[in-house]
């Protein structure tokens, strides 16, 4: 029978299946690209064809233009499509908006490339699907046993209790620009919060992108246009680098905010000046890394960027074979 390193296996470019002549998530400019989100570091521009979901597509013209690739071919969950043998699918990642597992098959084995994902409830994108597999491939962004987020509910409601203590401040929180700002839009609308939220403008495409796909954010209002002193016991959703420049002061004694799950290490929030952390996270914790491991109980893991030393180290406790591929190109901005 064929191993599976001979239908994927780590190029300079990314994760190549030589049978079927593409890329997962490439790096660098190629000829096929199989795209799992629109994340920068996932979803690259200069690829000569990208197939992904057609929310993907959708995020990744919004942020590189007309013009980002060649051509592209929207693939919807489920549905698969065939180049010489390798059969390719994609299902839901739970990640973002259009996030997706690559699913290859060939000459009778499974192997599913996971992307990021998480395993929580998220209201802006369709959940994590697991798929029996002969070989799963994962991220281990937060693979180390201190990494368990608290729930979601919780932590927005840590975000409104601190606005009713302190309704003469503007709460303004850290929020990277795709998935994360529309997740806590919507995880407050939930909560109950239906004033308007105060939206920086280097937010606003992403917003349209979710709204063009269905996805209610409600009330939005621009926060660029705020004077010095302004909305007070408003709650304003701006990029992490923009909450510690000057153009947060302008706000009434604002309180600084961050939702990622970095925030679970004190010393993090402490160094980024962060007076109210909020542990939100678009990545699996330890728990749902080990836990998907465990439902899905493949024949081999390879750890593709993160902590991998610990979760190999489990996988092997576990009885399961596991290795790193030491991808080069993936950064854990986006938590």
């Known amino acids: 029978m064929i191993r599976p390193e001979a239908i994927l296996c780590p190029k300079p470019a990314g994760l190549y299946c030589a049978s079927g002549d593409f890329y997962v998530d490439p790096v660098r400019p190629v000829a096929r690209a199989v795209i799992t989100h629109g994340h920068g570091d996932h979803a690259r521009p200069g690829h000569d064809l990208v197939m992904a979901t057609s929310e993907t597509l959708a995020i990744m013209e919004a942020r590189y233009g007309l013009g980002y690739a060649g051509a592209v071919r929207p693939l919807a969950y489920g549905e698969t499509v065939s180049r010489d043998g390798v059969e390719v699918s994609l299902v839901p ?19 599913v490339v996971s992307g990021d994902y998480k395993r929580r409830r998220d209201p802006t994108c369709a959940p994590f699907e697991p798929v029996p597999c002969d070989v799963f491939i994962t991220e281990a962004t937060f693979g180390l046993p201190v990494f368990r987020h608290p729930s979601d509910a ?11 203590q302190f309704p003469e401040r503007t709460h303004v929180v850290g929020v990277y620009a795709l998935g994360k ?23 606003e495409s992403m917003n349209e992108v979710y ?24 709650i304003v959703i701006a990029p992490p680098a923009a909450v510690s420049t000057l153009w947060a002061r302008r706000f009434a004694d604002p309180v600084d905010a961050f939702a990622s799950g970095w925030m679970r290490i ?10 109210l952390p909020l542990v939100i996270s678009d990545h699996a914790d330890w728990d749902e890394l080990t836990g998907t491991i465990d439902e899905i109980r493949p024949g081999e893991v390879w750890i593709t960027h993160g902590r991998e030393e610990a979760l190999g180290r489990w996988c092997e406790l576990a009885g399961i074979p596991a290795r790193a591929l030491a991808l080069v190109g993936y950064e854990d901005e986006d938590v």
């Open 181 to 203: 700002a529309q997740r806590v839009t919507c995880l407050l609308r939930e909560a109950g919060w239906s004033a308007p939220i105060h939206v920086h403008g280097a937010l």
């Open 211 to 234: 709204r063009r796909f269905d996805v209610d954010l409600g009330p939005l209002e621009p926060a660029t246009d705020a004077g010095r002193k302004a909305l007070p016991g408003a």
């Open 93 to 111: 990642a739970g990640h973002v908006l259009g996030s997706a597992q690559v699913v290859v098959r060939h000459r009778g084995l499974t192997l």
């Open 154 to 164: 919780g932590e927005i409601e840590k975000l409104l209790g601190s606005v009713r």
């Open 266 to 275: 004190r010393a993090r929030a402490r160094q980024r000046g962060v007076e």
